[in-house]
């Protein structure tokens, strides 16, 4: 049975990733906002629908420290990270208007602080702006990926119920808030027996006399501690190195031999972890513009809509080859032999959706001789399947997709090219700007999750391969977007790690109508909601909810707005394909 609309996707997961839009018609509400899809939304994809663990949060912290009836809060996990929201919106503002904006820390009470050295622990710095300015705020929150996780959201609401998150209002030398704080004299007091219900901005201290300890174990069980979660940390960035490959435990993960990563001198230490996999891309762009200064990048290819936006947003702009054709290189070519210095080119390999692959090879040519850097975003291609990090400077990734593929968690990573001849000069940037925002049980769902990664991926190849093969031998199918059918395939085939069957779990399809679009999208009996790479098999309609009120302009680089998109999962080929048959009856069914 297909999950109702609104419903998690996965079902029953408290914090999953994917939210379930099962029609055509869902779609087209969530995109223009009605009213009877967005109150049955029990979640959303993070960076676009805000969890309601999130939401609540940040009504507890107006109502302590703003107004919940003249303002908004955006929630972040460090203090870099709300001022990057702040100086967004303040750039953006009359001057004066400013003044309403303001950073409001919470930190570890007294109690919290001295049990720190074993358990888990969360600061807390929140935005407060003007409900007006919350369309601003909100590009920060999708486009950035830096807001806190739903699940940091639910310890810090406990915390802060029970005494061991208070507002600081202390502040060091330089201004900043200190690292932590005792709070404001009503948090340091014993609190009544029996403890007094919360009836207004009054916190106390648990009645009960619990240590910190206590607390964390009754959250997250008995195991959860900052070793747990750097020791979580540690396997998936050897995972992402390409030194662990075996399906083990963490501890097992720990103490195996760590054998030859996915290229010559590559380890788990050029390997950084992030909440989010836009995030690794927010926070590379930001450290290349503080590594070589103020250049436009290039953004090479049709792009996932956000690492654009970055782009645009961001620094003084960027160069744009949405086609990303061996054409476009030609025009870059011309305009760097004319003088023309970027900081960057960004691609995607391969490019979502329509799965076409740049020439990497000669892009890193370009890059070499003219000085700029190669980012490659492989989320779909995966280093299983593909090694792009030869031909690269920064591979980025988000490991919410296929490398944890129960989507319930968010995370991303960045690695640098240990051949690159930049290598050295990026590893001294990434180490000094670098922050670890990965929250500590995300970390360890994150571990949990890719423990047998390899062997899924090794499924869901073969699995896709037979899906699109159905596909491409039906009429009723216009065109079938995947790499083993692209143009560009030769690109792709370059960077495999193998001559065939490697060919990944995302693909996309069209049709002669929108209407029959929609007739096989509303009948095809899989889940659907945004996101891709999960264990089971999930499909939107790619270019309505990315590209809702941009869809001539995504048309004029031939991507389709009745496009639909499917990640494939871990069902059985044949139950799966019979689910794709029954959907192309009933593109004939509606035509008759």
Same mark, same amino acid.
């Given at each position: 049975?297909?999950? /109702? ?13 994917? *939210? ?42 107006? =109502? ?5 009836? &003249? ?6 996990? !460090?203090?870099?990270?709300? +001022? ?22 919470? /930190? ?20 407060? #702006?003007?409900? /007006? ?30 005494? #061991? ?25 014993? /609190? ?64 195996? +031999? ?9 380890? @788990? ?10 995030? !690794? ?10 590594? =070589? ?14 690492? %654009? ?27 760097? +032999?004319?003088?023309?210095?970027? %900081? ?9 959706? %329509? ?42 990734? !988000? ?23 930049? #290598?050295?000069? &990026?590893?001294? =940037? ?10 500590? @049980?995300?970390?360890?769902?994150? +571990? ?44 792709? @085939? ?18 002669? !109508? ?17 996101? &891709? ?34 990640? *494939?999962? &871990?069902? @059985? ?20």
């Amino acid at each position: 049975m297909l999950q /109702a609309l609104g419903g998690t996707v996965p079902p029953n997961t408290d914090h999953a990733i994917s *939210v379930s839009l099962p029609t055509w018609k869902s779609n087209v509400g969530y995109e223009e906002g009605q009213d009877w899809v967005l109150s049955r939304m029990e979640c959303g994809y993070p960076r676009f629908y805000v969890h309601p663990l999130i939401q609540s949060l940040g009504q507890e912290i107006l =109502r302590r420290s703003g107004n919940t009836e &003249l303002e908004a809060a955006t929630l972040f996990p !460090s203090l870099r990270t709300a +001022e990057l929201c702040r100086d967004f919106i303040v750039a953006r503002i009359p001057p004066g208007e400013t003044s309403k904006l303001r950073i409001v820390s919470y /930190a570890p009470s007294s109690k919290a602080a001295s049990d720190i050295r074993s358990n888990v622990t969360s600061k807390l710095f929140c935005v407060i #702006y003007p409900k /007006a300015l919350a369309p601003i705020a909100k590009q920060v929150w999708q486009h950035s990926g830096d807001g806190i996780s739903s699940r940091r959201s639910e310890f810090c609401s406990n915390a802060l119920q029970d005494g #061991y998150l208070v507002e600081d209002t202390s502040a060091g030398a330089d201004g900043k808030p200190s690292i932590f704080s005792k709070g404001p004299r009503r948090y340091q007091q014993r /609190a009544p027996t029996p403890r007094e219900p919360d009836h207004g901005s009054k916190t106390v201290e648990s009645s009960d006399g619990r240590e910190y300890s206590e607390f964390v174990e009754e959250r997250f069980g008995r195991n959860l501690s900052t070793t747990l979660a750097n020791n979580a940390k540690r396997a998936v960035r050897r995972r992402i190195a390409g030194s662990l490959t075996a399906n083990v435990d963490l501890h097992e993960a720990l103490e195996s +031999e760590a054998a030859s990563g996915r290229i010559a001198g590559l380890t @788990e230490e050029d390997v950084f972890l992030y909440p989010g996999g836009m995030s !690794s891309i927010f926070n590379t762009h930001r450290t290349l513009l503080n590594t =070589r200064g103020s250049l436009k990048s290039i953004c090479f290819g049709f792009p996932y809509t956000d690492t %654009l936006k970055i782009l645009e947003k961001w620094g003084p702009g960027c160069l744009f080859y949405g086609h990303g054709s061996s054409e476009d290189l030609d025009d870059l070519e011309s305009r760097l +032999e004319q003088g023309e210095r970027f %900081l960057a080119l960004f691609t995607e390999f391969p490019g979502n959706p %329509l799965l076409k692959s740049p020439d990497l090879k000669r892009i890193s040519e370009l890059g070499k001789k003219y000085d700029f850097f190669v980012v490659v975003d492989e989320t779909i291609g995966n280093f299983i399947n593909v090694n792009v990090l030869p031909h690269a400077d920064v591979v980025v990734s !988000s490991l919410s997709k296929i490398f944890s593929g129960d989507s319930n968690v968010m995370g991303g990573s960045a690695v640098l090219n240990p051949q690159s001849r930049h #290598y050295h000069t &990026l590893k001294t =940037r990434f180490v000094a700007d670098y922050e670890d925002n990965l929250w500590a @049980e995300d970390a360890v769902f994150l +571990e949990r999750n890719s423990r047998d990664f390899i062997a899924r991926i090794e499924k869901i190849n073969a699995t896709t391969e037979f899906i699109t093969e159905i596909l491409k031998s039906s009429p009723l199918v216009k065109d079938v977007y995947y790499p083993k059918y692209s143009p560009t395939r030769p690109f792709y @085939e370059a960077c495999c790690h193998s001559t065939g069957g490697n060919y990944g779990g995302l693909f996309s399809v069209t049709f002669h !109508s929108t209407e029959d679009a929609i007739a096989f999208f509303d009948a095809l009996e899989i889940m659907k909601g945004p996101s &891709l790479g999960t264990n089971f098999t999930l499909s939107c309609p790619y270019t309505l909810l990315a590209h809702y009120g941009e869809a001539d302009w995504a048309s004029s680089f031939n991507v389709p707005f009745d496009l639909i998109r499917v990640s *494939v999962g &871990l069902e @059985e080929p044949e139950d799966l394909g019979n689910r794709f048959k029954h959907a192309l009856d009933a593109i004939k069914q509606n035509s008759a």
